[in-house]
């Protein structure tokens, strides 16, 4: 069994910036062979990728947060971030981490204000 815990969620003032962690209780070898992806449902819309990371580090983006969101991983750490840079109020969301889409965190309130 795998937990994913998200951190680093908040409110930020449009045009800020956030760092979401994803902690992931997996063996190394779990965390180092898999991929892992970020996503975000705000109030009456589906949940959507925002981005996606491969266990080669081959990284993918919804086209709304190109250029602005990085993901990335740290094995040794067992860590997936995504730094957010120059947030849009319609970035307000609950976004979460998944492991490969087989196991899911919690989720981290995002809110950016105008």
């Known amino acids: 069994q795998v937990q994913l815990v998200e951190s680093g969620g908040g409110v930020v003032q449009a045009g800020g910036s956030l760092r979401l962690s994803c902690a992931a209780s997996a063996s190394g070898n779990t965390f180092r062979l898999n991929a892992f992806g970020w996503y975000r449902q705000s109030p009456g819309k589906q949940r959507e990728m925002v981005a996606f990371i491969t266990s080669s580090s081959t990284t993918s983006y919804a086209t709304s947060v190109k250029g602005r969101f990085t993901i990335s991983r740290d094995n040794a750490k067992n860590t997936v971030y995504l730094q957010m840079n120059s947030l849009k109020p319609e970035d307000t969301a609950v976004y979460y981490c998944?492991?490969?889409?087989?196991?899911w965190g919690q989720g981290t309130q995002v809110t950016v204000s105008s």
């Open positions: 998944t492991l490969n889409h087989n196991y």
